[in-house]
């Protein structure tokens, strides 16, 4: 079974600009989340989205913003860039089945660097 | 702030030896606590889980100690190999599938 994907992998914006990350989940997974891994901050919680709602949301401003799609896949969009976005951001799916241990499974993450 | 704190930040053991990870967390709502390792270029991958139903939980060479009332948690990794060089971040959660806490990671490095 494919992993979780996360296109691209690499990328890198001027401040100011707008971004879209893309993240396709392991077939079957419904839930989709979404994390910010820095040197400083570490590991992040940005949302998470379930059956094309989002269901959590962790402490970032509203430029960080998510959606999901009807086939589970989900994108991330960063508007006004700043040079602290600058990060790696990771994608994770779950199944989310009631009475189960729904691990959350990561994707290699797509870095960011803001220039 | 921060809602699990984890230490060392990081660790040097010698092959064979035994790593210890320990971290503390406040939410008494946190009731699904799973351990990740991450290599560099990867995103991180569940090494083992515990509810706080139990007081330990072992996998292979990977052990979790739980304990409820000082609400603290640990990895214990026997018999340390190189290949287990790799940063370990701890997590918490309200139950599996939802919004991880992590703790800041801790870097590993087993020496031959």
């Known amino acids: 079974k494919a992993g979780v994907t996360q296109t691209p992998r690499y990328l890198i914006k001027t401040r100011g600009q707008q971004v879209t990350l893309s993240c396709s989940p392991i077939?079957?997974?419904?839930?989709v989340s979404w994390y910010q891994q820095t040197p400083g901050q570490g590991l992040q919680f940005l949302f998470e989205?379930?059956?094309?709602?989002?269901?959590n949301k962790g402490n970032f401003p509203g430029r960080f913003s998510g959606r999901q799609f009807s086939n589970s896949r989900s994108e991330m969009n960063v508007s006004t860039l700043e040079l602290g976005d600058s990060a790696l951001y990771l994608c994770?799916?779950?199944?989310?089945?009631?009475?189960?241990?729904?691990?959350?499974?990561f994707g290699p993450g797509t870095r960011l660097t803001v220039l | 702030q921060q809602q699990v704190k984890q230490s060392p930040q990081s660790l040097i053991v010698q092959k064979g030896g035994i790593s210890i990870i320990n971290c503390a967390y406040e939410n008494t709502a946190f009731d699904y606590f799973p351990w990740y390792q991450q290599f560099p270029g990867k995103g991180p991958a569940l090494l083992i889980a515990i509810r706080p139903d139990v007081s330990e939980k072992k996998e292979g060479r990977f052990t979790i100690s739980f304990n409820k009332s000082a609400k603290q948690f640990s990895l214990h990794i026997m018999d340390s190999q190189p290949g287990d060089s790799a940063t370990y971040f701890c997590?918490?959660?309200?139950?599996?599938?939802?919004?991880?806490?992590f703790g800041k990671g801790t870097s590993l490095l087993v020496t031959p």
């Open positions: 997590a918490a959660s309200r139950d599996s599938g939802y919004a991880l806490n």
């Open positions: 989205y379930f059956s094309e709602t989002q269901r």
């Open positions: 077939s079957g997974h419904r839930s």
């Open positions: 994770a799916s779950s199944l989310i089945l009631a009475g189960l241990n729904n691990e959350q499974f």
